[in-house]
């Protein structure tokens, strides 16, 4: 992915816009981030190894933000005193890329696009969550021009729905039960190819 790498270790920060903001692969490990205004850790077109930081009180909806070419894994992170933990996306995957289980669910916090000669692959089980209330002609979208391959499965389906639906995913958006979903909460996945194969998936309020 990225063209070069980096190795962004045992760190303490504290009280920043963006705990850290990485574009190479490499390493981000044992780092510890506290307070960041926005996300955890915000990867950018990046595969980096993400795993055994400790991340407290960030301001995102979200721990983790990666736009659509980013494929990073992560694991061993403590997430606490924060929101329902999730992997933003946004933005356009350009190269084979499966969403997993283990970083499941995945907030969609603007347009997704699968470009033509690109598989977004789901796995069983996960749940994919649109922000939601933008409006019934600005709700987020995803639009597949490649291939969309849903692994789900009788009894562990693929989830899409809204931020505000508290029943899959937990408390996505943090605010309770101050709101709830409804119709149109995002917007709709649009298949533009014969390629895709869904089945096994379950569709809530877009």
């Not at 009180?57 to 721990?63: A, D, K, P």
Request: aromatic share 8%.
């Amino acid at each position: 992915n990225a063209s070069f790498t980096a190795d962004i270790s045992n760190n303490i920060i504290q009280s920043c816009p963006t705990g850290i903001y990485t574009d190479a692969d490499g390493q981000v490990s044992n780092n510890q981030i506290t307070n960041a205004l926005s996300y955890g850790i915000q990867i950018n077109d990046a595969s980096p190894n993400v795993s055994g930081n400790t991340i407290e009180s960030t301001g995102s909806n979200s721990v983790f933000y990666m736009s659509g070419t980013s494929t990073p894994a992560f694991s061993s992170n403590t997430i606490t005193g924060t929101k329902e933990p999730s992997v933003a996306v946004s933005g356009t995957i350009s190269s084979d890329t499966t969403w997993t289980l283990s970083n499941s669910p995945y907030h969609i916090v603007g347009n997704v696009t699968v470009a033509s000669g690109a598989t977004l692959t789901i796995e069983a089980g996960v749940i994919v969550k649109f922000d939601a209330a933008h409006g019934l002609d600005s709700n987020y979208r995803l639009f597949v021009n490649g291939t969309l391959n849903l692994q789900g499965t009788f009894g562990n389906e693929v989830i899409f729905t809204s931020s505000r639906d508290d029943v899959y995913g937990g408390d996505s958006n943090g605010d309770g039960s101050s709101t709830s979903p409804g119709t149109t909460d995002w917007g709709f996945i649009q298949i533009n190819n014969d390629s895709s194969t869904i089945h096994h998936a379950i569709f809530r309020y877009g």
